[in-house]
């Protein structure tokens, strides 16, 4: 049972550089959720989907975007990265709004040179 | 803004005691409140799931209540063991908006062998 996985682990870039971020869920979950883990700051929402096709802004937004084309897949991306977006970055997801658990992925620790 | 708080930051016992982890929001109207757990360099595990209109839940040595009113829930961890050590996040969902988690910053937990 896979759960929540996110690819890559790791990952280093230049400053300006772009990526994607992919998380992938099998448990056929319809909100899905990226997060950002910063020491002292805790986990900050980044943008969060209630289902295929939608996208929402969450906390902080800025500077990335993005998609859910497939119900089983939300990514997040780094247009131009900045060494403000060095963090570790965790994908979640949840049966719907109702009562229930969030289950996490990972995550994936990006550094920016 | 929904705010939670997790006091202290850090915490060391000695292996066997019981203990009581605390967390705080500042908006009561929530939907559900959750606990999890993060070793080093992990993504987070879910412990405990507590509904608004329950009072606490358990779970082996784990026990989460919840107490709406007052803005608080304790995790109550009986008979410690070095393997309990972690840190431990709550995460609040508001009855309003409730497709978002709202994390807390976390208790480093150490168990001293």
């Known amino acids: 049972n896979a759960g929540v996985t996110q690819t890559p682990k790791f990952r280093v870039l230049k400053t300006g550089q772009s990526m994607t971020l992919l998380c992938a869920q099998d448990?056929?979950?319809?909100?899905m959720y990226w997060y950002r883990q910063d020491p002292g700051m805790g986990l900050r929402l980044i943008h969060y989907?209630?289902?295929?096709?939608?996208?929402a802004k969450g906390e902080v937004p800025d500077g990335y975007n993005v998609s859910r084309l497939k119900k089983q897949n939300f990514l997040l991306g780094l247009e131009s990265a900045a060494p403000s977006q060095t963090s570790v970055y965790f994908c979640a997801s949840r049966v719907d709004g109702g009562p229930t658990e969030a289950f996490f992925g990972q995550g994936t620790r990006l550094t920016v040179v | 803004k929904q705010e939670v708080t997790q006091i202290p930051a850090a915490l060391s016992v000695p292996e066997g005691e019981n203990l009581v982890l605390n967390c705080s929001f500042t908006?009561?109207?929530?939907?559900?409140l959750q606990w999890f757990r993060q070793d080093p360099g992990k993504g987070l595990t879910s412990l405990l799931l507590?509904?608004?209109?329950?009072r606490e839940q358990t779970s082996g040595r784990l026990n989460a209540s919840l107490d709406k009113s007052s803005g608080r829930s304790t995790l109550y961890i009986a008979a410690s063991q070095p393997g309990d050590s972690a840190t431990y996040l709550c995460a609040v969902t508001l009855n309003f908006g409730n497709e978002k988690l709202t994390f807390g910053t976390g208790t480093r937990l150490t168990i001293i062998p």
């Open positions: 448990m056929n979950h319809e909100y």
């Open positions: 507590i509904q608004s209109s329950q």
């Open positions: 989907s209630v289902g295929e096709g939608t996208t």
């Open positions: 908006d009561s109207a929530i939907y559900n």
